[in-house]
């Protein structure tokens, strides 16, 4: 293997390049200092080469053997894909061993070297100068030699660059392009192709930003007199970097470096940076990442910050950000989704809940505007559950209506963000667009639409009552101690006249069995009045039976919840994506948000903006715009999901 690789390097710079060019390729790969020997050999052949160009092209001996990496003497892929650290343990490309320096010796001579003079002397001068990285993703090897007779040389050294900055820096000379020339076909040899020239990736991912605010339906809704308190709200799963380390099969496809947390970090934090969201929701934190570098960078950038780790030995959670320039807090409330006892609520997802008051410029004066309530969650994954997946919605959606509820019985506007891990049109995710779910008898894996599993012979049904009484929710997500109405403090003072109303009904008339028997006291039964009626025969040794709930299997809520996103890129024709789950595009991420109904058609509720009007969007991409970036994570995008944002425009009223 090793002798056809020499061969094969050799062969091709032979033919494809000028003397002055062909330096130690061989070094080139192990990353070492050549022994005596070996670079004595190689000057040699340098320098009988350069004794039979014509005097006109003399060429400067080499003092030190040098390299060139260039994107026409290595593919592309197997460029990106190699640190320096690999070549030089690559057993494909060990020093020379004694034998394969016989075979130098024996290429050096006869017909090849024949052949490589003539084609020199037909090149003109001003191209025997080559420069390394034509292609704008090539690995570029910074020089540390001297230029030697026009080409960009290295010094052959043990190289410590870091190999994410070598694979995926951009090539800075890119004027000259080598000279592509004839070579001499070689049998069994592997063809060199150049790097075909891509597209940065800034422009492959590039994102539109689609401003909602001039479209007629939300001018008509929107008066001139009417002022809007603007804002951004950001959705986000970073992708915590332990569950990267736990599920590597899902990322073969990604060069190990882009997997790197210290290569992911700067990536993430710019990029919400760039985007500059006023409340930040983000999904998969890393507990010790957290505490150690996203909340102290965020509190610099001027967020206030409360996160949630996931329960039991889970390392991940949920954060919510705000700016404290812009809203201040008023309630906040962690909700855990795990019960013990409760096969339907066993797992360690978590959310978050908290009502905000926006802060309004000073020079508004007197004017007010609503508090606004921001959610977010991240749902269980697994496909199969969708029994979970729903209870756990559901006590999200109870803990938003006892958060979100005013004293009038109405709610503040509600701003719902995460990883639902449903697709859109799922049973889940019109159950929280449309309010309104039967459940009863359905499969638990159509709940989320990730997956089919309909060729399961006995899959698992969804049955009435979802969960039980004792978890203290009602089928409307609501909580049954904020359903009762609340009893009266003190006692009760009633008039003599209302009293007398009762002097004659059945328990008036019947003698306690523990009351004292006085003769003429006690013992005397009221007259009642023949119009009276009488006294229901008494049932005996019979307890009363509780009074149970009919189970109807249909859940419920109130909150009137749009999605931001269409779920639809009308200019592609293609569905929007979220994360690319083993090269498969999907949506699972969303930002829902209150909405006024306006009516209810085919089984979907349409909705217009309320006090809350959606102003614009981030646009998503589609899933084949995804793979030419070769999926998610890639070096320009560092999570393998999309970040959300929208911005919304709240209406302040006078007091």
């Given at each position: 293997m090793t002798d056809a690789f020499s061969t094969c390097q050799k062969n091709v710079l032979l033919a494809k390049s000028p003397s002055t060019q062909i330096e130690g390729v061989f070094a080139a790969t192990t990353g070492r200092l050549v022994p005596e020997e070996q670079e004595a050999l190689l000057q040699q052949w340098l320098k009988e080469e350069v004794e039979n160009l014509p005097a006109?092209?003399?060429?400067?001996?080499?003092?030190?053997?040098?390299v060139t990496l260039t994107s026409a003497w290595l593919e592309g892929s197997e460029l990106l894909m190699t640190s320096l650290s690999d070549l030089n343990t690559s057993p494909e490309v060990t020093q020379c061993a004694d034998q394969q320096l016989l075979?130098?010796?024996?290429?050096?001579?006869?017909?090849?070297?024949?052949h490589a003079v003539a084609e020199l002397a037909r090149l003109p001068a001003e191209e025997t100068a080559t420069v390394a990285g034509s292609a704008?993703?090539?690995?570029?090897?910074?020089?540390?030699?001297?230029?030697?007779?026009?080409?960009?040389?290295i010094n052959v050294e043990v190289l410590n660059d870091d190999p994410a900055v070598l694979a995926w820096s951009l090539a800075c000379d890119a004027e000259t392009v080598p000279p592509v020339l004839p070579g001499q076909p070689i049998q069994d040899a592997v063809p060199f192709y150049p790097v075909p020239t891509e597209v940065p990736y800034h422009e492959i991912l590039w994102r539109d930003w689609e401003d909602l605010s001039v479209q007629p339906c939300v001018l008509e809704q929107v008066s001139k007199n009417t002022s809007l308190f603007e804002f951004r709200v950001m959705s986000y799963n970073i992708l915590a970097q332990d569950l990267v380390e736990q599920g590597l099969d899902l990322y073969v496809h990604c060069h190990p470096d882009i997997l790197n947390w210290n290569y992911r970090l700067p990536n993430l934090l710019q990029e919400i940076q760039h985007w500059d969201p006023d409340v930040l929701c983000l999904q998969e934190v890393q507990e010790n990442h957290y505490w150690?570098?996203?909340?102290?960078?965020?509190?610099e950038m001027g967020f206030a910050c409360f996160y949630k780790r996931r329960t039991g030995t889970k390392t991940d959670g949920c954060a919510v950000c705000y700016k404290h320039s812009r809203f201040q807090l008023i309630s906040l409330s962690p909700v855990e989704y795990f019960r013990p006892g409760l096969d339907v609520l066993n797992r360690d997802n978590v959310g978050l809940v908290l009502l905000l008051q926006p802060v309004l410029p000073e020079e508004l004066g007197l004017k007010a505007v609503s508090p606004l309530c921001v959610a977010n969650t991240h749902v269980l994954f697994n496909p199969r559950r969708g029994d979970i997946k729903l209870a756990q919605v559901a006590l999200l959606l109870a803990e938003i209506d006892k958060i979100a509820r005013t004293t009038e019985g109405s709610y503040y506007p509600v701003i719902l963000c995460g990883d639902l891990n449903s697709v859109p049109d799922s049973p889940l995710y019109k159950f929280i667009r449309n309010g309104e779910l039967s459940y009863h008898g359905m499969p638990a894996w159509k709940v989320?639409?990730?997956e089919n599993f309909s060729q399961q012979l006995y899959p698992r049904k969804l049955q009435a009552p979802l969960w039980p009484s004792s978890l203290g929710v009602t089928d409307k997500c609501?909580?049954?101690?904020?359903?009762?109405?609340?009893k009266l403090a003190g006692r009760r003072e009633y008039s003599r006249d209302f009293l007398l109303q009762f002097r004659f009904c059945d328990v008036a008339c019947e003698r306690p069995p523990q009351l004292v028997l006085l003769e003429g006291v006690t013992d005397a039964k009221p007259d009642r009045p023949a119009h009276w009626p009488k006294p229901a025969a008494m049932v005996k040794d019979r307890d009363p039976q509780p009074f149970i709930p009919r189970c109807s299997g249909v859940i419920q809520h109130g909150l009137n919840l749009t999605s931001v996103y269409s779920h639809f890129l009308p200019h592609r024709g293609r569905p929007e994506v979220t994360t690319m789950p083993m090269g498969l595009g999907a949506t699972v991420d969303?930002?829902?948000?209150?909405?006024?109904?306006?009516?209810?058609?085919?089984?979907?509720?349409?909705?217009?903006?309320?006090?809350?009007?959606?102003?614009?969007?981030?646009?998503?991409?589609?899933?084949?715009?995804?793979?030419?970036?070769?999926?998610?994570?890639?070096?320009?995008?560092?999570?393998?999901?999309?970040?959300?944002?929208?911005?919304?425009?709240?209406?302040?009223?006078?007091?």
């Open positions: 006109s092209e003399s060429v400067p001996a080499a003092r030190k053997v040098s075979e130098l010796n024996t290429l050096a001579s006869s017909e090849l070297q024949d704008p993703w090539a690995a570029v090897v910074p020089q540390t030699d001297h230029q030697t007779a026009g080409c960009a040389g150690e570098q996203l909340e102290p960078t965020f509190k989320s639409g990730q609501q909580y049954v101690a904020l359903c009762q109405p609340k969303y930002i829902f948000y209150s909405a006024e109904p306006v009516e209810d058609k085919a089984g979907r509720r349409l909705y217009k903006d309320g006090a809350l009007k959606l102003l614009g969007r981030l646009s998503l991409l589609s899933e084949d715009v995804l793979l030419m970036a070769n999926g998610l994570p890639n070096p320009f995008c560092s999570s393998d999901h999309l970040c959300l944002l929208a911005s919304f425009g709240l209406e302040i009223s006078s007091l």
